[in-house]
T-cell receptor, first 111, second 114 residues
């Protein structure tokens, strides 16, 4: 069975600094997708970024980039120039016919 | 209104009662998903559906029943609610389950079983 692991339950980051959120997955599939979602304290789920297993380049969306290392089965999210509004729970998700999520990382951005 | 809506937003029920959480989407997305969110566990997949009349179990299906007679609706039923089913439930939909097809989420239903 596929498994997604986010090893950082929580982290603090200073405003304007970059932060890396770890995500590893376990699969024998060759075709799959990786997503990152943000969940602020209001509770809604916000899509951030997608990486396909066959994409050769790392995905970027504004201040978000995905460090995809296929051989290591990792898909870390990098948030550059953190803002106070980035404080939220961040989830890594794996899509392989169904969509499964990791346990999440709580990020708190401090002034 | 376009989108995906869940009802009710909040529900308190008693142990042993049957309760149904509703999910409706207006995009005609093929795939729909039900998750529960509990502290420390992230979102865990309960059931999902690839199309009308096609459903399959996720990670934590025990105690839940789903149906999908129409593409736009995907209700989740707790046949005999237990306290361990107290959680926030999210419904989601997507065009497909592979490729760059992000899932769109409802607002969530906070269920308390007393």
């Amino acid at each position: 069975a596929q498994k997604i692991t986010q090893t950082q339950p929580g982290m603090f980051v200073q405003e304007k600094e970059a932060v890396t959120l770890d995500c590893t997955y376990d699969t024998s599939d060759q075709s799959y997708g990786l997503f990152w979602y943000k969940q602020p304290s209001s509770g809604e789920m916000i899509f951030l970024i997608y990486q396909g297993s066959y994409d050769e380049q790392n995905a970027t969306e504004g201040r978000y980039s995905l460090n995809f290392q296929k051989a290591r089965k990792s898909a870390n999210l990098v948030i550059s120039a953190s803002q106070l509004g980035d404080s939220a729970m961040y989830f890594c998700a794996f899509s392989w016919g169904k969509l499964q999520f990791g346990a999440g990382t709580q990020v708190v951005v401090t002034p | 209104d376009a989108g995906i809506t869940q009802s009710p937003r909040y529900k308190i029920t008693e142990t042993g009662r049957q309760v149904t959480l509703m999910c409706h989407q207006t995009w005609s997305h093929s795939y729909m998903f039900w998750y529960r969110q509990d502290l420390g566990h992230g979102l865990r997949l309960i059931y999902y559906s690839a199309a009308a009349d096609i459903t399959d179990k996720g990670e934590v299906p025990d105690g839940y029943v789903v149906s999908r007679s129409k593409t736009e609706n995907f209700p989740l039923t707790l046949e005999s609610a237990t306290r361990s089913q107290t959680s926030v439930y999210f419904c989601a939909s997507s065009e497909a389950a592979r490729g760059r097809t992000e899932a769109f989420f409802g607002q969530g239903t906070r269920l308390t079983v007393v």
